[in-house]
């Protein structure tokens, strides 16, 4: 089955500095990776996603970065606010497949120092 | 907020009890998936339901089972609790349609056995 790795654990920046998170799949034939947001005793929020037909997505203060071939895709964020600080998930599924389910890596806590 | 809910919001069992979870989908959406998050980690698939029908179970035992109803809710019931089981469980409500589908998450529930 899939496995997704994320990288790093932990990640401390000062507010208005960049942050980069960074996860690699297994599975070649995976084909969606989603990012999401999870705040202290919240369910995960979708932010960005990106679908295997692209290399770059971006919203805003946030982008993604995919690279098929080395199985490797990044979340970006600029300009980064205290309210940025969470713990980021990544994911990675099969769309159009029979089984859709999400597998994510192990999670990023991100703290922006004021 | 993604328009789904799911109750209670924390729950109390001792190992060995039954436990029924709920969930209550975004309007439309065909797909209900849920998830099991344990402490510090990312959330792990459990099954999904497709239009009232099981599509897909993660490496879970039966005593996890699931319903779906025509309404856009769902049950997650969990038999002969473990104290492995205390997590939080998270539902996600999804739209499968033409080849694409992103997951949104409920708050969660988090249960512990004791």
């Known amino acids: 089955g899939e496995n997704v790795e994320q990288h790093p654990s932990t990640l401390s920046v000062q507010e208005g500095d960049s942050a980069v998170i960074k996860c690699t799949y297994s599975?070649?034939?995976?084909?969606?990776f989603p990012w999401y947001k999870q705040e202290l005793g919240k369910g995960p929020q979708l932010i960005i996603d990106i679908r295997s037909n692209v290399g770059e997505k971006k919203d805003q203060r946030i982008a993604v970065t995919l690279n098929k071939t080395a199985k490797h895709f990044s979340l970006h964020i600029t300009e980064t606010q205290p309210e940025d600080s969470a713990v980021y998930f990544c994911a990675a599924s099969k769309e159009n497949t029979g089984r859709r389910a999400l597998t994510f890596g192990s999670g990023t806590r991100l703290q922006v120092q004021p | 907020e993604t328009g789904v809910t799911q109750s209670p919001t924390h729950l109390i069992k001792t190992r060995g009890q039954q436990v029924t979870l709920r969930c209550s989908s975004q309007?439309?959406?065909?797909?209900v998936s849920w998830y099991q998050q344990a402490l510090g980690q990312g959330p792990q698939f459990i099954f999904q339901?497709?239009?009232?029908?099981?599509?897909g179970r993660g490496n879970f035992p039966p005593r996890f089972s699931g319903l779906q109803f025509p309404n856009y809710s769902s049950e997650l019931n969990v038999n002969a609790l473990e104290l492995d089981d205390s997590a939080l469980y998270l539902c996600a409500s999804s739209l499968a349609d033409r080849g694409r589908e992103t997951q949104y998450f409920g708050p969660g529930t988090r249960l512990l056995v004791l």
């Open positions: 599975d070649s034939a995976s084909n969606y």
């Open positions: 309007s439309g959406h065909n797909t």
């Open positions: 339901y497709y239009r009232e029908e099981e599509n």
